[in-house]
Structures are given as structure tokens and as C-alpha cells.
């Protein structure tokens, strides 16, 4: 080895190389030699002990002619470059196997990252499973700072153009002035240090309040913890993005507090793989989340948790997208366990804040989303549905065909259909690792399934039709988020190509781009491991970013500009340092600017001629499909820098696919080079004997027609029949002709598996229109916190499908469709649209107004209804509010509508509708709505979204005729009921025939429900005995207990089924008139919609003996703020600016474990508003925000606990609570324990200095003044079990619910991640 005479820079070897969970992929280019492409195993401890280091041996050794004995450290004079990407963090974070830390947090936040934003994981889990958090122990500090001022601030009140005071007022980076509440007690932090260090602590994380604008406290404690002997620190005013939001920025601190000491053991394990034990001469670069490479000294695993993943995009774009055209790709990237989506049009697009594992992180990533379907995904008949995944097989056992017993996959589908070929398979499976795979024992479970599937279903379908039943199933859930990532963005997705790489991803490509309607498909010669490839390609990068608080004009561009070059010298500077020369520095800038009053903020690259408000207004016209009035003031909340040091090789193949594409002819490939015939099975024609060509054979230029099966090392590509595939240089490009490939099912009898695709059309649809609204409202109610629903309806305006974001909506529209159904029977025509609130027209309470537009046929009946329900803040109302907690009669709630015509002949009749919002002002007490143009707007975006759907649903009739439409419409109703009905009959067998509940809201009123189970499957739900109605807003709408139902029997059954109608038709419904389940037209309903509904809930599980008692409430937070004048300088009435939100509390305990703590349950699931977000908006402060410890009710299995949430005024307020179980608390079940009840207080603040502690009751509303607090303690759950008894097996499981399985936690949750979230876990 001594002998070899080093090669100069630039002719020695680059390597790069992507360390993923099972296999290893290495890219080397070798002077004047071949690429040199490896594929290994990630693990293979009885071989070595470092894929990537055993990667860079077997290149060396190939380029050097002779075997470097493994275990020798590496020689380093012909490596020129070396690049990875890794999993280390990622596995890390999965596995929960980092670094033990300790978090130190703003006293009074011990609890904030367990608490998150409250929403549960999975909407329709019984069993509520919470990530686990990453630190082991937590302390609080003494310290707090403030914003001084506040957004909603349309008086001006609040004088922030004052002079500093040290040590009270000072200016935050951002140029907000911050007031310290309370100084930093440095001996108190000495001593918590101390502390945690004799416990061992080596690793710190620190977060306090707003310490992304004043970081001096962090800073000093970071000084602290070094001084005291940590040997990592991460300060969240440092790691995170210093942005805005307490709870990412503090997750974030924590995540880097646990793996990035794990990086840097593994980097010195590294390194000490290589002569002398460095990296001296070798520029080493690791790739992180954002697509840049970073020298392997900067390398932090907060920033490497997407390392992989981000190399295949960046692959992706610079060897498919040609900038020529300009045309966008999606990135397809199916792997063995799931598929990540990601959109290039030219730039990089990136999340600032995402989900990993449970865990919220905020810093830069690439947006890419991760899909529960890949290769290893298993393959399920669930209630008449053919099912693909979430679970995966994995690498252990993996797919049945692996030899080690494992179930049908994906995988295993396309091997049985003939799309992988075991000949040209490695033979690494079995026991021995040695054996191909095993196609017998595929065709015998296919065989097998097939018996299954007709036995039940009385069909005759081949096994080979179910195999490809499950891949069109794949396929159909994968163009899912494909269509969100564009379509919900504002793209055509029909105009973007679409490249595909990972292992999987050319044997679903072409009826991927079909389903899509893309019309061409890009696969680079090295898909298989373009991760690997990809960090070849890509740049250095450093950016830097800080926040402000400047209004968007021209006085404040000046300071904007003079920030930006600020970080540019700081980007400068980094990339330097890493050898990057000034001349190959280009950079990116970018404003992060957002409407005031809004929280959707817009991070804005520069545009050529710097105008950034124009940028940002197209954008926004873009996205949200309008723009505001030009006297809506911009906002710039954050200023960014991104460095890019070029590579100078980024685009070479890119560049050459345009090259190409447009000079190259192209001729028939000649059959010689046909390798052999293979019987394949495709939709159209079924299984056809079908050409194999080894890809290595094919000649730029040469075309071929499919049906083809085009293999090479380490893929195989399936060319379906009537599709081009095109061979170039270093792509193969298919060109997909819908017209001789589009194979539309017409079939006028029931198709399992056309049944099952249908499920996810509908699905789709629903989810679009609810994309559409939310980016087209206005409102905080319904852009952010997603308080809407979007359905399909049949023509007799039974419930097809709903995309619920909030579960109390969930089936309750069918009621408000139905009434207008009967009510305009045979009278509407095209370009009607109908509105209506009302309790009697099938509303919940009057701020949820619901839009409905009727599809017609072609025989100008009505086909479909669609329809968009939305949570409207201001409707008027009694004392400034439509949801008074002190409400008796429905006329105090605000506008009322039993039917209105919002749209005739296609004119919006803006004049009838206001008037209607300004009815309530004529009722004592009263006023109409301050918020018109809101509600306007809001009532546009969703007729909007009926309009999205309407459309969807005449193309989904063209493409297979309105009655095939329809008639799986009516077959996708009666699979829920046959799942209800089978849920019942085992209920039947478990439970007896007769159940009953009973239980109390807090003023006595009692809820009565008796169940019949028949032989049938079918149940009545009896209400009988339930109390008359009440003389408060209590009172609940009848759709309100049918949503109950529903969202119960989807509890209770436990697996995805369709929600729509049809879970109804086997239940009978009971609701004696008068009673507060079903009350006449005058009274109050507002909070029957969030406090009754949840307790309906717990009766019911309470009759299935399925869990304890909730917290049983929504605990409704509001308060109000008075503000601005008429044209008189008279003052408003009503309020200027509102809060509203729901605070989480304990759920209950099964038989199968504890509640989970401070959690939204049940018939809610929205978020609670950050701390930092919430005091920078609105004159409060959050002094506390913790769980309640031991609320939770004792027994073998705990109830879950409920929180604490303080708020203080800083100027005068009037506070709203509407809440329940302050007086009855939440009951345990088979002998478990109470929940401890909630309490809601008045803390005022006596002229003396002292506090005065006063019970506000379930239901109040009390005018504070600064200084005041509002404290509410929220319910526990109650328990399960005889406290010290012992739990069997059998009564464990004795529950009658289908288990979850293994629970898919993806990777990457990018933009579309907090959307799919509301869904409850239904993708």
C-alpha cells in the first residue's frame, strides 16, 4: 500500500454513499475507470463492524487491484471526497435510543412537551398512545420574559417605541420590545446543575419563553452547564430555527440534547477507520434535512434526521428535472416499509416545522412525506375491503416470499403477477441467506386468500386478480398525498412529470402516472440508489436565520435589506471555513411574511426584481385562491440566508435529459436483444407472455412498446401495455398514452376490488374539497385550527364519505343535507347553493353553518350532494360572543338559518346573506357580526370547496358513467353496515343482548341509554329516560348523538372502516322529543355540541364496557377584548378581537391500559395555541401550563390525567367558560376509581398585592382586569379495575374491539403531515 503514488485532487476517487435501515448503497467515480456502484448490508456484524467504512474498503480495494484486509485502517491518497447521508439519528430517534439528557424549561412548563399540542396521534383510538418524550428528567427555572406588546392591538394601547430599561425592558433580536417578568436566579440554576450531574447528566437541552428573540437567559445558563461540566448543551435559541413557537423550539433543543452525542461517537468510530485516525486531506461532508452538505464536524443530528431521504430528492432533481422546460417532477421514492413524496419545481422546497417519531421538530427540511406503502406492506381483507398496510412486514420476517414465514406483501403481489423475476433477484433469502425467493409458497397463500375471499364474498375472482386487486389498492392510497402535495398546493398535477427511484418504485410507476394523469415518467440509471448519488451531486450549504417584527412598506425595507446582509457575511463566513471559495457562493434570501392577523406565514425567495410583496401576493393567489384588500398590512415574522457553495457538476444529467428528449429520434428496439419471454399479469388483458430486456443492453435511442419488463442490477421497471419506454443516455423516460392504456372498470356488478379503490377515490375527493377550503378561508377557526368538515352525499342525501377534521361533525351533515333534500325535492336546478345553521335543519349549534351544492346527472337530476360545514368565529350573538356560556334561548347564539339560498342562477347573494348576520342585533342584548367580510369570505371558500368537489365527482361519472358511480356509492354504504353488523354480532356473543348506561351532567340532568342486540346485527340505541330539555346551552341537536353513535361504533370496532351512512342502517336511534338529546326549536344549543357530545360518547362505551369516563368536556376557553370606533369615534359594540380554544384533559382506562394525560378526546381533536403565539397575538400571559398530577382516577389500569392552564391578563378581558365534570366527576369502570373533577377560577388581584381565589363555576363569563387570572384545572379520566387486583388474559382482551396492529410511524411528515393528522390515521 506504501507504494501507490497519491493522485493529484480531482483525479482521485469520490465516493458517496447512503447508510440506510437495511441496505447500504455506495456511488464511487473513479479516474478513468467506470462508476462503481455497491449495494450492502447495513448490518453485518459477523462481517464487519461499519457499512459506509466497509463500503469505501471494497472501493479501494476494486481501484487499488488488490484486498485491504478488512480491520486495517483505510488509506487516504487516492480519496479525493467522501459524502454520506445516515439513518444514525433517525434509527435513534425511532428505536429511543439516544443520549440520556435533562431538560431545563421556564418554570411553569415542566410539562409542555409532554402536553405537545394536545391533539391525540390517531383520532379513533380507544387506547390512546402518546410518543414517548426524549429527556429523562425535567426542571424548572426561575425566569420568565414577555412581548411587550400585541398583535390585536388596534388601539394602539400598548406604547412599544419607549427607551430600554435594563434589567425590565429591552429589545429582542427581532426588535419587539420584551419585558423581564422575572430575572434569571442564577443560584437556583447552579444548583439544579449540580444536581443533575451527580445523577449522571451529561447532555442538557434549555428552553425558556421567547428565547428566539431574547436568548440571553439561555446563554448564560449555557455558560452554567459548561461550567459545571456537561460535555453537550443545545440551546433552543441556537439548534432550532429561532423561530416563533415554544413547543418545536424546545422539542427541537431536546432532540439535539439526545442525538447529536450519538453522531459524534459514531464520527469518531469513523474516523478512526482511516490511516492516522483523521480526516486530514479529505473533504468529508454528511448530508442534512435541508439538502446541503455540511463538513462532518458540523454535522448535529437534529439536522440529520432526514439525512437519507434528503439525498434521494436532491438526486431526484438535479438528474430528472431539465431546465429547459421548466416542467415540475414529483419524486417518488418506494422503499421496502414506505414511500416518500416530494415536489421540484426548480428550487428546493422546505418545512420549517415537521413531525419525526413523535417528535416535533423546528429546523430546515426538505418537504418530504412519508406514505405507510411500500414493498414490505402488508396485505389485509378487512370487512369485505381489500386493505394494503399501515403494518409492514420489515426486514424480519419480511414478505412470505423471503423464506422465513412471513405474510403477503406488496412484494409478494408483484411476484406472483410475474413484475419481479427470481432469476434476476439476489439469492440472499432463507435460512441460510444463500436461497431465491420463493414464488411456491406466494402462490399457495395467494391461493389460499382467493378460497377466503369468494367463500365470503360469493365471486369467482383468480388469485392473480386479487394479487393485482392489492397493487391497484397500493397504488390508489399512494396517489393520495401525491395529490395533496400538489393539488392542495395550487398545481396541476397533470402538468408535472413524475421520477421515480427507490427499490420499488419502477414496478408501480406507469400506473402510478396513470392514476395521476401524468403523462410522462422518468427513471435515472441509478434510481436504485439515488440517495447515494444524490449527496454526489449536491452542494454545501449554510444558512442563517433570524426573527423580526417589521410591517412589509417601504420604511422598513432598508432595515430588511441591511439584516439580509448581515447574514450573509455570517453564511459567508461559515462556508469559507469549510473551503468553499466567495466566487462559488450563491445565495438564497428569503422573507417569511404572512397577513396580519393570520398565522399562515409564506417563507418568500427574493424574485429577480426584488419585489417581495408581489412574490408573496402571487403566491398566496396560488395557494389560497385569493388575496386580501390591499389595506391588509404585511407582516415579516423571519429574515433568511441560504449559502449554496456549487458544486459545479449539479445538473450535468438533468441537462441532458432536456438534450435529449428534444434531438434524439428514436427507433424500435431490435427483438434480438429480447432476453427472454416471461408471463406477466396486467390489468388489460391479464396475464400476457411479455418481453425481458437487461437494461445494460439497450442503446440510447432505442424504443420500446409495451408490455416490457426492463431489468438491470438492481431493479426492475414494468412497462404496461400501450406505454413508451425510451432509453437515453443515463434515464429511461416512459411515456404513458392514457388513451391506449386507460382501462376504466364499467362493470355493472360489484368489484371487491373495484370496491376497495372507489373507498379511496371518495376519500380523495372529500379530503381535496377539505384542502380547498382551508386554503381558501380566511378565518383562524378553519385555516388553522381546522374546525370544518367536507362529505359526499347520495342522492337521497345519505352520508358517502366524510374527511372529519373535528369527530363531532363526523356523519352529522347528512341530517343538515336531508332537511334541504325534502325541502327542495325535484325544485333545484344547476348553480343552486343552499346554507343553513338551524338545530332543526339538521345543524349542531349555529356557528357551524353548512354550505350544500347538488351534482345533477345527465338527466338533470340530482346525482350528488356535496357539502362543507365550517366553525364561523362571529355570527353575533349575546354579549359579544355566539357561544355564551349564560345562553337560554337559541336567538342569544346569533344568526339563524333554517334554509337560505346563497348562490341562484350562479349569483352570490352577498346583500341576503348579511343582512341575515346582522339579524341577531335586533334581540335585547345582542349583536350582529363584527367579522362580515370574514364570514364572507369564509362562506366563498366553501363554496369553493363544493365546487372542487363537484368537479371531481362529474369526472369520476366520465370516467365510469354515472351508475357504476353510484352504484359503488350505494356499495360502500352497505360494506360499513356489513362491518357494524359484524361488529354487533360479536358484541352479542361477548356482552349479552341487553346493555345500559346511565350518567349525570353536573346540574343533575341525566342521560339514559338502554342497547338491543339482535341475532341480525342489528341494535337499538335507546334514549328513553334521558332528562327533559334544560333551561341552558346544553341542549343537543339530534345529529349530535347520531355522530356520537358513529364515531363509537368506530371505536369500538377498532380497524378503518368506511364512515358513511351505512355504519347507521343497522342501528335504530331512540331520542324522545323534549328530552336535551332532541329538544324543540327555542333553546339554547351551543354547548351541546361540546360538552353534551362527549358525554353521549362515554355513555356508550360505558354500555359496551369498553373504557372509563373521559374528562367528558371540551373545557371552552374564551375571552374578548374591546376595541375600535365608528366613523364618529364612538366605540364598537361587541368585540375587536376574540380567543377561543379547547384545553385537554385525562381519558379514560381500558382493560387494556392506562388513560393517556392531557390529551383531546373524543368528539375533539383540535390543537392548543403555543405559548409564545398566544402572548405575541393577545395581552395575556401563560403562567402555567402543566398536567394535573394524580387527577387521573386509581386502579389496575389509571385514568389519565388532566392539566393546569393559567392565564393572566395584561389589559382589561372578559373571560368565557363553558365546561362539564366540575360537579359529577368521570366515573371509573370494573371497579376503578374516579377522575378528579375540574375547577375553573377567577384569581383577582387585590390592590394590596394579595390574590383572591374565586370559583367560577362550570359556566361563566367575568370581566378581569390586568393582572387577573383565569385558571382552569381540567378533568382526569377514570379507571379500570379493583385497585391491587389481578388482570387476567382473558379479561384483558375481553373488550370486544379488533386490534390496531403495529401502529406506521413515518419518517418524514412534511407539509401535508399536520393535515393528515385531523384524519385520524385513516391513510
Known sequence: MGSITPNPPGKRIKIAIDRGGTFTDVWASVPNKPDIVLKLLSVDPGNYQDAPTEGIRRVLSTYGGFEIPRGVPLPKQDLDIVRMGTTVATNALLERKGRRHALLVTKGFR???????????????????????????????????????????????????????????????????????????????????????????????????????????????????????FNHISLSSEVAAKMIKMVPRGSSASADAYLTPEIKQYLRGFVKGFEG????????????????????????????????????????????????????????????????????????????????????????????????????????????????????????????????????????????????????????????????????????????????????????????????????????????????????????????????????????????ALKLGIQTVIIHKYSSILSAYGMALADVVHEEQEPTSEFYNGESLNILSQRVEGLKKKVSTQLRQQGILEEDIEYECYLNMRYQGTETAMMVLRPADGDYEAEFLRIHLREFSFVFPAARSILVDDVRVRGIGKSGTTDEDGQGLGEELANMKFRPVLESLVEKETSVYFKSGGMQATPLYMLEKLSPGMSIIGPAVIIDKTQTLVIIPGAEARILTSHVVIEINASKTSTAHASLTVDPIQLSVFGHRFMSIAEQMGRTLQKTAVSLNIKERLDFSCAIFGPDAGLVANAPHIPVHLGSMSYAVQYQHELYKGQLKPGDVLCSNHPESGGTHLPDITVITPIFGDDRQVAFYVAARGHHTDIGGYNGTSMPPESTELWQEGAQMRSFKLIENDYFDEEGIIKVLLEPAKYPGCNGSRRLSDNISDLKAQVAANNKGATLIQALMSEYTQEVVQLYMLAIQNNAEIAVRSYLSQALKTLGPKLSAVDSMDNGSEIHLDVSISEDGTAVFDFTGTGCEMLSNLNAPPAITYSAIIYSLRLLIGSDIPMNQGCLAPISVILPQGSFLNPSAGPAVCAGNTQTSQRVVDVILRAFSAAAASQGCMNCLGFFGSGGSDADGNPLPGSAYAFGETIAGGSGATSRQHGANAVAVHMTNTRITDPESLEKRYPVILREFSIRGGSGGKGVHNGGDGVVRDIECRAPLKFSVITERRVIAPYGIEGGGEGGKGANYWVKKNLDGTERWVSMGPKNMVQMQAGDRCVIHTPGGGGWGILGSTVTKVQAEDRVVDGVGIVHVPRAAGSIAAFEETQGGQH
Request: hydrophobic letters at 35%.
Open 277 to 512: 485516525s483523521h480526516l486530514d486531506n479529505i473533504k468529508c461532508d454528511f448530508m442534512q434535512s435541508d439538502g446541503g452538505l455540511v463538513n462532518y464536524r458540523g454535522f448535529s443530528g437534529l439536522k440529520g434526521i432526514l439525512s437519507g431521504p434528503a439525498g434521494g430528492v436532491v438526486g431526484c432533481a438535479r438528474t430528472c428535472y431539465e431546465a429547459t422546460s421548466k416542467t415540475p417532477i414529483v419524486c417518488f421514492d418506494m422503499g421496502g416499509t414506505s414511500t416518500d413524496v416530494s415536489r421540484f419545481g426548480g428550487t428546493f422546497e422546505h418545512v420549517f416545522e415537521s413531525t419525526t417519531a413523535g417528535v416535533t421538530i423546528q429546523s430546515p427540511q426538505l418537504d418530504i412525506n412519508t406514505v405507510a406503502a411500500g414493498g414490505g406492506s402488508i396485505l389485509f381483507w378487512r370487512n369485505g375491503l381489500f386493505a394494503v398496510g399501515p403494518e409492514s412486514a420489515s426486514s424480519h420476517p419480511g414478505p412470505a416470499s423471503y423464506r422465513k414465514g412471513g405474510p403477503l406483501t406488496v412484494t409478494d403481489a408483484n411476484l406472483f403477477l410475474g413484475r419481479l423475476v427470481p432469476d434476476y433477484f439476489p439469492k440472499i433469502f432463507g435460512r441460510s441467506e444463500k436461497e431465491a425467493l420463493d414464488a411456491d409458497v406466494v402462490a399457495g397463500k395467494f391461493v389460499e386468500l382467493a378460497k377466503s375471499i369468494n367463500a365470503e364474498t360469493g365471486k369467482s375472482m383468480s388469485p392473480e386478480e386479487i394479487a393485482y386487486g392489492y397493487l391497484d389498492v397500493a397504488n390508489e392510497a399512494m396517489c393520495r398525498p401525491i395529490r395533496s402535495l400538489t393539488e392542495g398546493k395550487g398545481y396541476e398535477i397533470s402538468k408535472h412529470r413524475l421520477g421515480v427511484f427507490g427499490g420499488a418504485g419502477g414496478q408501480h410507476a406507469c400506473e402510478i
Open 111 to 229: 410539562d409542555l412537551l409532554r402536553i405537545g399540542y394536545q391533539s391525540r396521534p390517531r383520532l379513533f383510538d380507544l387506547d390512546i398512545v402518546k410518543p414517548e418524550v426524549l429527556f429523562s428528567e425535567v426542571r424548572e427555572i426561575e425566569e420568565r420574559v414577555t412581548i411587550e406588546g400585541f398583535d390585536e392591538d388596534i388601539d394602539g394601547t400598548v406604547k412599544t417605541n419607549v427607551d430600554e430599561i435594563p434589567g425590565v425592558l429591552v429589545r429582542g433580536s427581532s426588535g419587539d420590545l420584551m419585558r423581564i417578568l422575572k430575572p434569571l436566579d442564577e443560584s437556583g440554576v447552579k444548583d439544579t446543575l449540580q444536581e443533575l450531574r451527580q445523577m449522571g447528566m451529561e447532555s442538557v437541552a434549555i428552553c425558556f419563553t421567547h428565547s428566539h428573540i431574547f436568548g440571553g437567559h439561555e446563554r448564560r445558563v449555557g455558560e452554567l452547564a459548561e461550567e459545571a461540566g
